[in-house]
Structures are given as structure tokens and as C-alpha cells.
């Protein structure tokens, strides 16, 4: 199952509303992940089950979808938030990322 | 808390072999699937491969598949890879990581710091 994030690369300002979309090549219910990595750290789950807000992720942080098509929304962008973000299929084996998406400070 | 720990990383020419190890700490560790995941210098993550609470389902990424193995020892708390006829694209930082699940369809919420593989003559 391939999986497509989109935009790869996305230039924001503090306090924007940010969406990065990943779409898989086939229907995988919501068994699908966000992940937030920074440079030299290992990644952090933020969303899991498509929608489920990981114990600890600020409110700001939330996910939608399910089948093809995934959503994962920052509402208002703070400074800590600047970094790579993935998502990830649990659908089936093998399970697959997407290719990222840089989140940079405009 | 949650640790896990990777060793076994290191410098190996084309064509041999090395073995991963993961020593997990802070929670029981037969209660959840394990998994590897690779991230290449520079590059994104690339799943590797993942195993059940009981070793009795495994996956391979296609990239792997038939050269590598995954393990594991409840009784030891430990997650092993074992990786045969390396490659030069084989080179990658390679992390530990837990499910939130027993079995297969669970998310990752622990990962270690990793262990760097190097593939090279």
C-alpha cells in the first residue's frame, strides 16, 4: 500500500491553521498514524486510528478520514511545531509511511 | 517509563551479516508487538519489519524480505534483527520501537534512539 502526503514541503507562520492530507493507494479503514519528528530525535506519535489523539498531544493537533483519504490538521501553529511530519498504514503487512512533510517557519 | 535500547549497530562490508538486539524496560513487554523501523541519512522512515506479543505473525517490508528476520525473546524482554546479504541501501539509523497493541493494526508509541547500521566496502 503506497502512501502519498501532500504537500512534501509547506511554509507556515505562528498561529496559521495547517492541513497535511495522505492518501493510500488503497482503502485501509482508519488504520492509519501521524507522526512528528524533529531533527535528531526519534518520532512521536501524535494521532493514531485515524482520528484518536495520543495521550498528551495538545488539543491543537487532530486527525480525520478513513478509506483512502487522511487529514491531519494543526489549528493554530506554535513554535514547537516546526518539523517533519508522517503518516503510517497498520492496515496490513507491509506496513508503509508516507514521504514526509517539512513544516518550515515562513 | 517506557525505555528501549538498541545495540548491535556498526560498520559491515556488502554481503555479511549482522544482528540488531533491543533490550525493553518500563512495561511488559509480552503484552505488545514490536517493530523495526529505518530512516537512511537525510531520508525518511521506512518501516522494516514488524512481530506479534507471541512471534506467531511477522512482517517484512518488501526491500527486506528474505534476507531479513525478526525476533524476539519474552523471557528476556529483548527484539532482535537479524540481517543477512546487507546492501549499501541497507545503511540507515535503525530504531526499536513498541505497538500499542498485541498484535497487528496497533500504532507505534515508543521508539528508541536507534542504532546506525553502515554499509560499506
Known amino acids: 500500500i503506497q502512501l502519498t502526503q501532500s504537500p512534501s514541503f509547506l511554509s507556515a507562520s505562528v498561529g496559521d491553521r495547517v492541513t497535511i492530507t495522505c492518501r493510500a493507494s488503497q482503502g485501509i479503514s482508519s488504520y492509519l498514524a501521524w507522526y512528528q519528528q524533529k531533527p535528531g530525535k526519534a518520532p512521536k506519535l501524535l494521532i493514531y486510528?485515524?482520528?484518536t489523539l495520543q495521550s498528551g498531544v495538545p488539543s491543537r493537533f487532530s486527525g480525520s478520514g478513513s478509506g483512502t483519504e487522511f487529514t491531519l490538521t494543526i489549528s493554530s501553529l506554535q513554535p514547537e511545531d516546526f518539523a517533519t511530519y508522517y503518516c503510517q498504514q497498520l492496515n496490513s503487512y507491509p506496513y508503509s509511511f508516507g514521504q514526509g512533510t517539512k513544516l518550515e517557519i515562513k | 517509563e517506557v525505555q528501549l535500547v538498541e545495540s548491535g549497530g556498526g560498520l559491515v562490508q556488502p554481503g555479511r551479516s549482522l544482528r540488531l538486539s533491543c533490550a525493553a524496560s518500563g512495561f511488559t513487554f509480552d503484552d505488545y508487538a514490536m517493530h523495526w523501523v529505518r530512516q537512511a541519512p537525510g531520508k525518511g522512515l521506512e518501516w522494516v519489519s514488524g512481530i506479534s506479543w507471541n512471534s506467531g505473525s511477522t512482517g517484512y517490508a518488501d526491500s527486506v524480505k528474505g534476507r531479513f528476520t525478526i525476533s524476539r525473546d519474552n523471557a528476556k524482554n529483548s527484539l532482535y534483527l537479524q540481517m543477512n546479504s546487507l546492501r549499501a541501501e541497507d545503511t540507515a539509523l535503525y530504531y526499536c520501537?513498541?505497538?500499542?497493541?498485541?498484535?497487528?493494526?496497533?500504532?507505534?508509541?515508543?521508539w528508541g534512539q536507534g542504532t546506525l547500521v553502515t554499509v560499506s566496502s
Open positions: 520501537a513498541k505497538a500499542r497493541v498485541y498484535s497487528s493494526g496497533g500504532a507505534i508509541d515508543y
Open positions: 486510528a485515524a482520528s
